[in-house]
């Protein structure tokens, strides 16, 4: 297990407006691996690091028949411990496999298990069958072996049944990745099920084969009114918002070391709160002061276990009002993200506080 560690760095947490998933680095190809109902809807995603970095990842193949997708970075990944594609790899089974990614959208994890059968016939396909935990999150992560070759994508498990998970064998990732080398534009691209060509454009049939295509595909999920004015005030910040997303109508990033999330609360409010600082250990009455006395204009201290707060609220009905109103919101929403990575360090050198446990990690 602890040798696995070394691909923490080649294993990223997917965010779409949809929500989370995960996906992995392959140097050879430099292309990141992931399944198609992760990334479904979106030609754009972020992929974050366990060191909370995000990165800005276009879809170029996707194959929904299979369940798998290939993204690709703007710029070249510069990591040397990716995982090992054998695509003549054997699997046995009670062979030892491990799930890497990240469940429920939390902190990289790696749960281990066996290969209960390597050739599970499902759906008219065969998947390698194990006990290892995947839990949602953990889609489009890597299966591996104990040195690291890859035994297949993580994709699913039974619902209300234990130890009972899926992952894609290697065999079929193999064949798409060898495919992606075709797209040299790295332009989005469906490939056809039968014959693995790739199609740039809507279309209700392979031009290659003939077979059926599934078109839809290619439309793109589109936000809401209340999305698209909340991605036009992260704009301010210089900040894709596509690097913001993190589920329906919930946005996170770091500003800095703060972390800011943003979303509705009971249907009624909007919320732009960041958790800057931990309390400290001793002389609190110095602290209590200064936030109790504090004047942050529309922007409110507060403490929750055991954690400072600076927030911003307004009734959703606000939204609604005169052009000049929308516009101070979302110049609000900047400003308390700045506002958040000032306090941090304020708190830490006034009151001796710890920086949150949400904060990005540097160096």
Wanted: net charge negative; glycine share 6%; aromatic share 10%.
């Amino acid at each position: 297990m602890q040798n696995l560690e070394r691909f923490k760095n080649a294993t990223f947490k997917v965010l779409t407006s949809n929500g989370t998933g995960s996906c992995f680095y392959i140097h050879d190809q430099d292309i990141i691996v992931t399944n198609h109902h992760v990334i479904e809807g979106f030609k754009e995603v972020a992929i974050e690091d366990d060191r909370k970095n995000r990165m800005h990842a276009k879809v170029i193949l996707t194959n929904p028949d299979l369940d798998i997708a290939v993204l690709k970075t703007e710029t070249k990944l510069n990591i040397a411990n990716t995982i090992n594609l054998e695509p003549n790899l054997i699997l046995s089974r009670q062979q030892q496999v491990y799930a890497l990614g990240y469940p429920f959208g939390m902190p990289f994890t790696i749960t281990s298990g066996i290969v209960s059968n390597p050739e599970q016939h499902r759906d008219g396909k065969y998947f390698v069958q194990t006990d290892a935990a995947i839990n949602p999150g953990n889609s489009g992560g890597p299966l591996v072996t104990h040195d690291g070759k890859l035994a297949g994508i993580n994709s699913s498990k039974f619902d209300n049944a234990d130890n009972v998970g899926f992952a894609i064998p290697i065999s079929v990732i193999k064949d798409v990745i060898d495919r992606v080398k075709e797209n040299t534009s790295f332009d989005f691209s469906l490939q056809c099920s039968s014959c693995s060509g790739l199609s740039y454009e809507a279309q209700e049939y392979c031009t290659n084969c003939g077979a059926t295509l599934d078109k839809n595909v290619f439309e793109e999920v589109k936000l809401g009114e209340f999305s698209v004015f909340i991605e036009e005030a992260l704009t301010q910040l210089d900040i894709n918002p596509v690097l913001t997303r993190a589920g329906f109508e919930f946005w996170e990033f770091h500003q800095g070391s703060s972390l800011i999330r943003i979303f509705v609360m009971n249907k009624n409010y909007l919320y732009v709160t960041s958790p800057i600082n931990n309390l400290p250990k001793k002389n609190l009455g110095g602290l209590y002061e200064y936030l109790v006395a504090s004047d942050l204009g529309a922007f409110s201290l507060g403490i929750y276990q055991n954690q400072i707060f600076v927030s911003y609220r307004l009734h959703m009905s606000d939204l609604f009002k005169e052009e000049t109103t929308k516009n101070s919101i979302k110049t609000k929403i900047k400003e308390l993200a700045i506002k958040a990575d000032e306090l941090d360090d304020f708190f830490v050198e006034k009151y001796h506080c710890t920086i949150s446990t949400h904060a990005r990690k540097v160096g």
